[in-house]
């Protein structure tokens, strides 16, 4: 987790860098510079090699297990960013995502107002099937004592930048974490367990990754919008949208370098 000191820092150098008065287009291009070219955008080594289908049982399982302790414990950070909503607004969009993830789906009209709940809808149950099919049980997957410290690193970001009472670093962070969630990565998962699927594991289910990508496509459409929106409220701080953006992800890439790095390592054993 970055803490004040990384925020202070990160808060000095944003504003030399891109000086709060800037207009829409300079602040655009910022974004463009501090978060839409940021290294875990352009290339993420992990999920590069993930896409082969090359990934052992027990590298899937220890991938499997880092991933849903993130999944599970984001619950966490989406309570939080409803807590911390600074209008109503803000606060039913955060809802949406939170009861989505616990199993209220969308209606055709693309909200969860008069969506059904099913328990297994919820996103967690869904990623537990998964587990299941790598022969993982219930208590080896979703718990904070489950995860890496890279991965428990990534989830008290979210609590930290994501979830923030600001609404300029919410923004900043949240617009982050759609970017990186629509530069691809669900597709190379995907494309390596479609490899594993076919030649190892046939009953292995692939609908948390599928839906999860086609969802994030949806969402890339609006992340321009939403952008322009933030930057046009009143109270909005470019120094802390851009420094809580390339905080988040060097968040995020640090859970991908720490499973990265657990699999080259000679002594790589799943955590279980």
Request: hydrophobic letters at 45%.
């Given at each position: ?5 990384f925020y202070?820092e990160?808060?000095a ?12 287009a ?7 510079v501090?978060?839409?070219?940021h290294s875990i ?7 590069s ?8 049982v027990d590298e899937?399982?220890d ?7 993130f999944?599970?414990l984001?619950?966490?950070?989406q309570l ?11 606060y039913?969009a ?16 693309g ?5 059904a ?8 149950e869904w990623?537990?099937h998964?587990?299941?099919?790598l022969?993982?049980?219930w208590?080896?997957?979703?718990k904070r ?15 930290a ?5 600001d609404?300029s ?10 970017h990186?969630?629509a530069?691809?990565?669900w ?9 594993v699927?076919?030649t190892?594991?046939p009953s292995?289910p ?7 990508d086609?969802?994030?496509e ?6 321009d ?7 046009l409220?009143?109270?909005f701080?470019s120094?802390?949208f851009l420094?809580?953006g390339e ?8 859970f991908?370098?720490g ?9 790589f054993?799943?955590?279980?």
């Amino acid at each position: 987790m970055r803490g004040g000191f990384f925020y202070e820092e990160s808060k000095a150098t944003m504003n030399a860098l891109f000086p709060p008065t800037m207009e829409l287009a300079e602040f655009e291009r910022a974004v463009a510079v501090t978060i839409d070219r940021h290294s875990i955008v352009a290339g993420n080594a992990y999920t590069s090699w993930f896409s082969r289908g090359e990934a052992t049982v027990d590298e899937l399982r220890d991938f499997t297990v880092q991933f849903s302790v993130f999944s599970h414990l984001f619950i966490e950070a989406q309570l939080r960013k409803c807590i911390n909503a600074v209008d109503l607004q803000s606060y039913r969009a955060g809802k949406e995502i939170l009861m989505n993830e616990l199993g209220v789906v969308f209606t055709k009209s693309g909200s969860i107002e008069g969506g059904a709940f099913r328990f297994d809808a919820g996103h967690f149950e869904w990623l537990a099937h998964f587990a299941q099919s790598l022969d993982l049980k219930w208590g080896e997957i979703g718990k904070r004592r489950c995860g890496r410290p890279s991965t428990l690193a990534f989830c008290e970001a979210l609590m930290a930048w994501y979830s923030s009472e600001d609404e300029s670093t919410a923004a900043g962070a949240s617009y982050a974490i759609e970017h990186w969630a629509a530069a691809g990565f669900w597709k190379q998962l995907i494309d390596g367990l479609r490899v594993v699927k076919q030649t190892r594991i046939p009953s292995l289910p692939l609908g948390f990754w599928t839906w999860h990508d086609a969802l994030e496509e949806q969402h890339a459409a609006h992340t321009d919008d939403e952008l322009r929106e933030a930057f046009l409220k009143p109270s909005f701080s470019s120094d802390r949208f851009l420094a809580a953006g390339e905080a988040m992800l060097d968040a995020v890439a640090g859970f991908w370098n720490g499973l990265e790095a657990a699999r080259q390592s000679p002594e790589f054993a799943p955590a279980r």
